[in-house]
């Protein structure tokens, strides 16, 4: 079996191809990675000797470029994780998201059709139905809620998944689509809510809590997005959706309190900034379909994710110190200077 991994150098795809070359030692491992901004061969680099992982350098959305590696490697299925991925970049930016996001997953379809697939898998996001409000704790997404987008990331996320969609009804492609919520563990890059509160709040910096820190995400250890999207490509239904989630929420505040207690530190390091425009109030999955249809359950709690995740941040100082003190540190000056 030989898979490519798009967006492997990234931190859900760069777990995910930890993952199946740990599990599967007959399989081939394909990286395909523009290695943008989020993109870090450090990710990379326990697997890097392996014989049966393989890495290029190439933008989805680059026609050319994808053809010769579907046209050489011949793999028997794609996993697409390759995506801008930061909210707050779309907000500033929303061009390259649907360059990437849109164009780049079209590109890839098309070079399924032409060379042949068993399957091709879209990792999508909880993000495309929009949010539930704080007070009807009852409510979850379904893969049946409509889609309805606030950032120009979920609407990129939810015209691809549209894409996917059609491609499988028109031209009979072998599609799935999983839509999870929020991702925690190693690798993740320092730009989002748990890795930043860790790096700050070691560095005795302040945590920059949007809002009153109210809003409420499901959280998901990685792994556990791997086994369910390892399961999906298998066993999974073509043509279906599926949402993976843990019934893991919390407020942010609730996270930020929770890193800073692990972490000895005080919660005077927490400051109030001006709001996200658009912010989602509350994601939250019912992964009724995933656990019914192939038996998916998720491992890790919270409360143990978080503590595996902080030993890793301190274990590894510097995988995350060389992304703060590179060209990221201009992004963050300049986002969090305007809050
Ligand atoms: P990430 O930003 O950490 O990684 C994205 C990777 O894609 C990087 O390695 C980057 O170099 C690569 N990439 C970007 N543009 C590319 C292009 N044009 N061509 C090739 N490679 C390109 O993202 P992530 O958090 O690992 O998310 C992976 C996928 O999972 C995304 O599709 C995202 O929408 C989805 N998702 C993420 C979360 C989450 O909590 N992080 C939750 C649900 C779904
Ligand atoms: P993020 O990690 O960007 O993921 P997403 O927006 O895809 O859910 O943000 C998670 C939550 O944390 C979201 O409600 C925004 C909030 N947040 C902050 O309060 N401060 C921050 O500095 C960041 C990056 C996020």
Request: hydrophobic share 35%.
């Amino acid at each position: 079996m030989k898979i490519i991994v798009t967006g492997g150098a990234g931190f859900i795809g760069g777990n995910f191809v930890h993952y199946m070359l740990n599990k599967y030692n007959d399989y081939k491992i394909i990286c395909l990675d523009a290695l943008t901004y989020a993109g870090n061969m450090e990710t990379l680099e326990p697997v890097n000797c392996n014989p049966n992982f393989k890495f290029y350098k190439a933008d989805i959305a680059d026609r050319e470029a994808v053809y010769e590696i579907f046209e050489k490697e011949k793999p028997d299925i794609i996993v697409n994780f390759a995506a801008e991925s930061h909210v707050d970049r779309s907000i500033d930016n929303p061009g390259i998201f649907l360059q990437t996001n849109v164009i780049g997953t079209g590109v890839l379809m098309d070079a399924c059709r032409k060379y042949g697939i068993t399957r091709y898998h879209q990792v999508s996001t909880d993000e495309v139905y929009g949010d539930l409000p704080l007070d009807r704790p009852d409510l979850f997404f379904t893969e049946n809620t409509p889609l309805h987008t606030s950032s120009p990331y979920s609407a990129s996320k939810a015209s691809a998944d549209l894409l996917v969609q059609a491609y499988h009804r028109t031209f009979k492609l072998p599609v799935t689509i999983s839509r999870c919520s929020n991702n925690y563990g190693p690798y993740h890059f320092p730009e989002k809510l748990i890795p930043l509160m860790i790096a700050n709040a070691l560095a005795d910096k302040e945590l920059p809590v949007y809002g009153k820190g109210e809003n409420v995400r499901d959280w998901l250890y990685v792994e556990d997005h791997c086994s369910a999207i390892d399961l999906i490509i298998h066993k999974g239904r073509v043509g279906e959706v599926y949402n993976i989630g843990g019934h893991n929420e919390r407020t942010n505040l609730e996270v930020v309190k929770i890193i800073l207690k692990e972490l000895g530190k005080s919660e005077d390091l927490i400051r109030y900034v001006t709001d996200r425009p658009g912010h989602d109030m509350r994601y939250a999955i019912d992964p009724a379909k995933i656990h019914n249809e192939l038996g998916w359950l998720p491992e890790t709690k919270f409360e143990d994710g978080i503590k595996k995740t902080i030993k890793w941040y301190l274990d590894n100082k510097d995988w995350w110190q060389h992304i703060i003190n590179g060209e990221y540190k201009d992004y963050y000056e300049k986002h969090y200077s305007r809050k």
